[in-house]
């Protein structure tokens, strides 16, 4: 089935990648995090980094929920369901499945969704 391998194979190599550079992130602001609480002096830092934190966070909670999606798209691809819209049935366009691989629904449906 024409390009969705590549591509999903292509999506899962950057979402790694964000996941990666994300999780770096997150470990150097928790680090950071351990050297403030780890001084006395009661800091005014210490409410930018807990923000800091919990944005990390929820991004590597985003990236990890993509990198299932992509998993589900896998798993679709060799069930020889990808590509069909999981609501109508009808064929995902290419142009969809090209700008987002993960697509589980044809356009038409997903547009409905977001009303
Ligand atoms: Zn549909």
Redesign the pocket.
């Known amino acids: 089935m024409h390009d969705a391998d590549r591509r999903l194979a292509a999506e899962r190599e950057q979402t790694l990648a964000r996941l990666a550079s994300l999780t770096g992130d997150f470990d150097s602001v928790v680090a950071a995090s351990l050297d403030t609480n780890a001084d006395d002096e009661h800091d005014p830092e210490g409410a930018t980094i807990a923000f800091e934190r919990s944005q990390i966070g929820a991004l590597i909670g985003q990236v990890r929920h993509h990198l299932a999606e992509i998993d589900a798209a896998a798993a679709r691809l060799d069930a020889g369901t990808y590509g069909v ?1 999981e ?2 049935g ?1 064929p995902i366009v290419e142009a969809r499945l090209e700008a987002r691989p993960v697509a589980r ?2 356009i ?2 997903a547009s409905r969704d977001r009303r």
């Open positions: 819209c609501r109508c009808h629904t044809c038409t449906c």
